[in-house]
Each structure stands twice: as structure tokens, then as C-alpha cells.
């Protein structure tokens, strides 16, 4: 039923409607989880991954057919410029979708205050930035938050490291996606309950604090989860293509090249991210 409100046709015309089935989806998620597990003595431990769970059964349908359609698209045109045309209006309708996942998610954790919503993700969360006492980071943060606290590595090896780890998110998306087409939503989905997880932790648990997370975090975030977002569109539709066409057939190889222009975009657009990232976003939120 709720695949039906926006179909993937509609979604390429109007993008911008995906935040509303965004917000729709992730809500869902955090509000059944929490209704259904939060009393599970067992269950609760892993309410983290089960929101990222019912957020990705939400939203199976119009990634697959999304992607489906995307293919068949695929076939008829090539070059970097055709192939980015035909596919920035699936790919922005990824991003707003992702946009209201993040907000969602946000917003419900500080709302229903359940420190067991988005366990996994604050775990992750101090895995990276404190990883000589996560136990402790975690007891700190699921309680009361904190600012998050600057690197302690160089400028230089902090670009390598953050490069080194978004390539190798976009290889396996890549990969996920290609093996099951709508795959690639399970990772997707998941960087966006991390995300907000560290919005949480950043306002201090404090709802209206969403907007300033917000910016602290897709100044940057926003093209890198672009750029997985065109890693999954390209291993989705090298997939589907390869099905329908075989590994012999022109039209396969014309998807395959495609293919490489869409992955070639992904990598160019994750070391503009990178860069952002580790040089501006730290000047805009000292």
C-alpha cells in the first residue's frame, strides 16, 4: 500500500516529493520499533539494525523499480553529459528520499528517547571517533550527548584516511547493488541512521538543534551520499542489464560503459566531498 503513494515515474518528475516519503518511511520505522521492541529484553539490543531493517523493507519497491527503469533509460544513450541527464532526476529523488530518512531519524530519537533506537549507530559512531574506550563514549553519548571533538591526526593524513573509507563504502555498495539490485538501500539507509545518530550527539539531544546538525553534517554528507547513491543506481542497472541483454549483446556494452561514466562521476564527486569535509566543514562549525 504505502509503495503506492509515489510511484517511481512521479518521483523522476517531482524529486523533491521523496522527502515527504522519506520522513513517512523513517518515522515508520523508529516509531514501530520502538512500540514493538523496546520491551523485548532481547530484541531491544538490536533496535538499532531493526530500524534500519523496516526503513529498507519500506522502501524496497521503488528503489527496485526506480532502478528498473533507470536501464532500460540506459540503453538508448551515451557519454558522461547524456548519461548524467537521463539520471539526475532518480538520483536527486534518492537524495531527498535520504534527506528524510536523516531527519526522521533524528528527530524521532530525541522525541521518543528510547537509548536503544539507535544503539548500533552510536556504537559506530564512537568506534570512529573514540575508539580507545568505546563502552565509555557510548554510556557518555546515549545519555547526554556532546560536541563532537576535532582529530587528532594532520589535515593531509585525515583526507587519505576519509578518502581511503569512502571509496572503499562505494566499492561495496557498488558490489551490494549489483548483486541485488535494490540491495544497496541496506547501506544507504544505514548511513543515515549513523548520521543521525551524530546529529543527536552534536545538538545534545536537543530537537531544535536539528536544523544546525543538519548542516554540520550534509554540508558535506549531502554529495557523498550522492555519490553512493550513483554507485548503487550503476551497479543496480549493470545488473539488471547484464539479465536482460547478456554479457555478449551491444546493448550490454553500451550499459557497461555507462556504467563507468556513472562510477567515474561517484569517484570525482567523493574527493570533492572529502576535501569539504576535512577544509570547510571544520571552518563553518569550529
Not at 533496535?47 to 527496485?64: A, D, E, Q, R
Not at 538543534?209 to 555519490?227: S, T, V
Amino acid at each position: 500500500m504505502l509503495e503506492r503513494l509515489i510511484s517511481s515515474k512521479t518521483a523522476e518528475k517531482k524529486p523533491a516529493l521523496m522527502i515527504f516519503i522519506g520522513l513517512l518511511y523513517g518515522s515508520l520505522s523508529m516509531i514501530l520499533v520502538h512500540l514493538f521492541f523496546k520491551g523485548d529484553k532481547i530484541l531491544s539490543n538490536f533496535s538499532g539494525l531493526l530500524v534500519v531493517l523496516f526503513c529498507v523493507i519500506f522502501s524496497l519497491p521503488y528503489i527496485y523499480f526506480a532502478i528498473k527503469r533507470e536501464e532500460k533509460e540506459d540503453e538508448e544513450v551515451y557519454g558522461i553529459y547524456s548519461v548524467w541527464k537521463v539520471h539526475k532526476d532518480a538520483i536527486f529523488a534518492f537524495m531527498f528520499l535520504f534527506l528524510g530518512f536523516v531527519i526522521s531519524f533524528s528527530l524521532w530519537n530525541m522525541i521518543l528517547k528510547d537509548p536503544n533506537l539507535l544503539n548500533a549507530q552510536i556504537q559506530t559512531y564512537c568506534n570512529i571517533n573514540n575508539p580507545g574506550d568505546i563502552e565509555g563514549c557510548v554510556s557518555k553519548y546515549s545519555l547526554t550527548g556532546n560536541i563532537i571533538s576535532g582529530s587528532s591526526l594532520d589535515q593531509q593524513s585525515r583526507l587519505m584516511l576519509i578518502i581511503g573509507n569512502n571509496f572503499g563504502v562505494m566499492i561495496f555498495t557498488l558490489i551490494f547493488s549489483l548483486i541485488f539490485g535494490a540491495g544497496a538501500i541496506f547501506i544507504l539507509a544505514w548511513n543515515a541512521s549513523v548520521i543521525a545518530a551524530a546529529i543527536s550527539i552534536f545538538t545534545n539531544h536537543n530537537v531544535s538543534g536539528i536544523p544546525l546538525g543538519l548542516g554540520r553534517y550534509m554540508i558535506h554528507g549531502f554529495p557523498e551520499i550522492a555519490a553512493y547513491f550513483i554507485a548503487a543506481l550503476a551497479g543496480g542497472i549493470l545488473g539488471i542489464g547484464l539479465v536482460r541483454n547478456g554479457l555478449t549483446n551491444r546493448r550490454f556494452m553500451k550499459v557497461f560503459m555507462n556504467v563507468l561514466f556513472l562510477i567515474l562521476i561517484a569517484m570525482i564527486i567523493l574527493l570533492i566531498a572529502g576535501v569539504m569535509e576535512v577544509y570547510l566543514t571544520p571552518i563553518l562549525f569550529k
